[in-house]
């Protein structure tokens, strides 16, 4: 029946033999706040479920292919949590020295572990991870080019994504809740501004440098109060020129990120600097021991409105090389203008072929009113994600 | 017991190079016969497998997982190889890119599709496991003749075939062995066995090569058919631990349309 139904769907419109190919995860999650809430309305336990398919179209031998990856969150306790997103939605053409996609996807620049400072293509999707390194998919034409003098890769970005804030019962919030209802733009096209962006990178021996450009709409809003006991995102057009580089020397990643921002109220510099050295076969075992440090840095100072504008990140990276692919993750990021800092263990191993287990636990500490940090400080957390793969 | 007068000025010379340096050059029959193992394995330009891994602990239970390696020959340098991983699922879409050296270093980087994040990793690890598999970085790399100083042992028989057996002195200081013993194959020149010994020369592991099969392609240069062996199967055996890895290799094809381009780290996200 399914090889006479593709037969005739094939003699009626004359499409090469395709086949979709299917993989992706589903998530039961868990995630305990120890401490009292600070804020009124919190709750103190939040469990979720998410799926997130991604369906893969082939065609012309891989050269042409259609992607799609949905993603959906169900929340206990956060209605904003329970969000659903189009991961990827986009048509890619391959060749050799230049591709295309067009569609919705998701793009990562950057070379740093304690904040993504540079990777500014995609909007955060913030109410997914405490650190913000999940992403909502962006509308995009991408073109790249792949030479010997490097890829360049020119981006034109219709159609702005908003970034998700938690809601009125959920933790690691603002005191005030953001009302994303209430979005403003500088904009008169508002979300449908276009937007523009440039990427230079390239690999010279041991290093690997990017440069890059950016005009449009700040994925980053400015929080605004509106009404009695509300808070509204503002997106400000702004540009951005960035620099990204990894040198790679034996054991040791040296890696920076540096920013120019200008806004419509300000303009700043910003970056991030460290290494990673790793100790491989610590103490004649199979377990490499990654040692991690870098350097956060934001001209604006306290003003900003980041948590990195003078801080250390240091961290350790157990990876136990072992046949379920165990991991362990130690870090801590510690303010060194004010008393505030957060701190992360996160743990994760294999069950069999499909399986996965996530252990994480944050803590939070902030003794300053002023500190983005300070609306986090009660809501040390316990999360435990159990995901299967197909 | 036999004594052996040399003469001074050897005697010098030979301590002079034992403090420089205590690896000594190859011996010419060792090196001769690497040389020809190399000459003989040159001109395949590119090749595509598929292949099934699979690790045993040593309570005997194993588990699996499948990629697919693309490798491509370069001319006066190590190859470059391209891993996808397709089990286990969580590592799915995860492709692993290698330049390897015939000095320094390799080059090497790692998608994570979750992430969508291309990252260079250190390079020093090729003492390290693959993928929680008894085979080390190094032991995947291709063969170059630099790599090591040879010394030839004499002959013996593995499985009814004529072999020498060669030892090798890895050249890299970041090599995890003091030294590996092969067995090459009198008619092919194809490695039958190789012993691994660690830092402190204890024997580690020693790995098998069989099920060799051979592939034709038609070379540049005269248009003749040359043949390729490569082992659809390769075991190692870790002495220390009791675990072991079989690699299954099911579909190789050679020529298939690879080029520089697809070893391209831009690439690495399309990989499929």
New interface residues.
Partial sequence: MKSYFAAALLSAIHLPAIAVEM?G?ISLQQRSFIESAQFAHQGDHQTSIAIEPEF?L?WHD?QDAFIFTPFARLDSLDDERSHWDIQEAKW?H?R??W?FELGVG???WG?TESQHLVDVINQTDQVETVNG?RKLGQPMAHL?L?RDWG?LDAFVLPGFRERTFTGEKGRLRTPLVVNTNQARYESSAKAQHIDFALRW?R?LGDW?VGLAGFKGTDREPILQPVGQNELAPYYQQMWQVSTDI?A?L????WKIEALHKEGQFEHYQAGVAGF?Y?L??LADS?I?LGLLSEYNWDRRGLNANTPYQNDLFLGTRLVF?????SELLLGVARDLEQMSYSGRIEGST?F?????LNLEAWLFYSSEANDPLYSWKDDDMLSINL?Y?? | MKKIYLPISLTVALMSTAVISPVLASDDQGLTIMQERKLRDTGWRSNEATLEMRLTNAQGQTSTRNLRMKSLEVKGDGDKSLSIFDTPHDVKGTAFLSFSHVTGADDQWLYLPALKRVKRIASRNKSGPFMGSEFAYEDLSSFEVEKYNYRYLGEADIGGEKTWKIENIPTDQYSGYSKLITWIDQQHYRVLKTEYYDRKSALLKTLTFSNYQAYEVRQELDGENKRFWRANLLAVENHQTGKSTQLNFSEYRFDTGLSEADFNKSKLKRAR
């Fill in positions: 993989q995860s893969y082939p891989g890619v391959l050799d020295d591709e998701i793009v990562f070379v390194d790249s792949i890829v990178s690999t690997d990894q790679t034996g054991e040791w990643l990673e790793t491989i076969g199979n490499d090389n072992d046949v379920d692919g294999r069999g072929q499909h399986w996965r995901e793969f197909f």
